[in-house]
């Protein structure tokens, strides 16, 4: 990790969870890390709580567009360049059939943009920037096992959620594959898929069922942000264009 101290990461979804852990650990490692969410302050307490640590808050709803723009054009004019994105903000639907009326297109719509429409953006604004400078960089865009099973194994009621995963599966390889007939040597590009992770977002969508995560094995947001911790300690000339992590016992 000592490669990437004062070095700059931008962690998107970074108010809470999986985003807020990565967020702080980013931090703690050296870096200078930009975290980006709607809730802009729920990061700023994060940055209050781990000074000295180098944590920058921006609002950024990354289901728009023009957010997203906005975002990064503070982010050039702040910083001028990126070493890091990590792509992790993402938008569940409630469990339930795709073709059913209680599942409103707002939601639906709400889910493809930001889980496939602002992280493809975010990684084009990003990618400008890494092209600022000629030193090492990364993009990890968070995934899931629900990105890579067959929809015959337990994928039933997930509505489109898992579809936009499936989608940051192959684009994900596919501009791992751009970079590389481009010439990169220096970009590396890696799809992180957990399984369950326990989160406060994940426990509200459990609702009634409040014992869920005490009887199923599950992550934790620090399992995820270790992970990326991992990658990035890898060399340079190593790419994990796929990193798998489940609890013990999961059975998909």
Known sequence: M??????????TGASAGIGAQILTDLAKSGLIVIGLARRVEKI????????????????????????????????????????????????????????SPALSHEEITRAINTNLTGLVICTREAYKLMMNHDENAYIINMNSVRGHVSPIVQMNFTSVYSATKFAVTNHTETIRLDLGLAGNKRIRVTSLSPGLVRTERAEKIAGPYSDFYEKTVHLMPKDVSDAVLYLLSTPPHVNVSELTIEPTGEVY
Do not use: M
């Open 2 to 11: 000592d490669y990437w101290k004062d070095k700059i990461a931008v962690v």
């Open 44 to 99: 700023q307490e994060i940055a209050e709580a781990n000074k000295p640590a180098k944590i920058f808050a921006r609002e950024c709803d990354i289901s728009e567009v023009a957010s997203i723009e906005a975002a990064f054009k503070w982010i050039t004019e702040t910083f001028g360049k990126v070493h890091i994105i990590i792509n992790n903000a993402a938008a569940p639907t409630k469990p339930g059939e795709t073709l």
